[in-house]
């Protein structure tokens, strides 16, 4: 590969999360929530299952509805993703039950992305989060 100069890539959900963003203009607060959300997946051996496109999107979908946003998927980011509203919700609740939960333990030695994300600096989202998601 190196003698070819062949350069590999490995698609994250941040590209994909830029681009929903871009169609959806989502407040500060829904993007540190998304981005604490997306980050927060890394460790998580089950999340693999999804796409980076259906976790970046998912992330959003469920920042959204955090923050209340009435418009959360949009017509335009449906048509643009060919994603339903209610293929994101498996995403969502696993989100929830991996991110959310595991972080928010107690136990948990993994809080470095809860911990982050409860920072100033990133609109303290982490601490904005119900205890019972």
Not at 3 to 25: A, G, N, Q, V, W
Not at 37 to 62: C, Q, R
Not at 119 to 125: E, I, S
Request: aromatic content about 14%; overall charge positive; hydrophobic content about 40%.
């Amino acid at each position: 590969m190196t003698s070819l100069d062949f350069e590999m890539h490995i698609t994250s959900p941040f590209r994909f999360f830029e681009r929903f963003c871009y169609l959806t203009k989502p407040s500060e607060t829904e993007i540190w929530f998304a981005q604490y959300m997306m980050e927060g997946s890394l460790p998580s051996y089950s999340m693999i299952k999804y796409s980076p496109a259906v976790l970046a999107a998912s992330a959003l979908y469920f920042a959204g509805k955090m923050c209340r946003n009435k418009n959360i998927w949009i017509k335009c980011v449906q048509e643009s993703t060919h994603l339903k509203e209610s293929e994101l919700r498996a995403c969502a609740k696993d989100l929830i039950k991996e991110v959310l939960n595991f972080n928010m333990s107690k136990n948990t030695k993994l809080r470095a992305v809860y911990n982050k994300y409860s920072a100033p600096k990133f609109g303290c989202v982490s601490l904005k989060v119900p205890q019972n998601a």
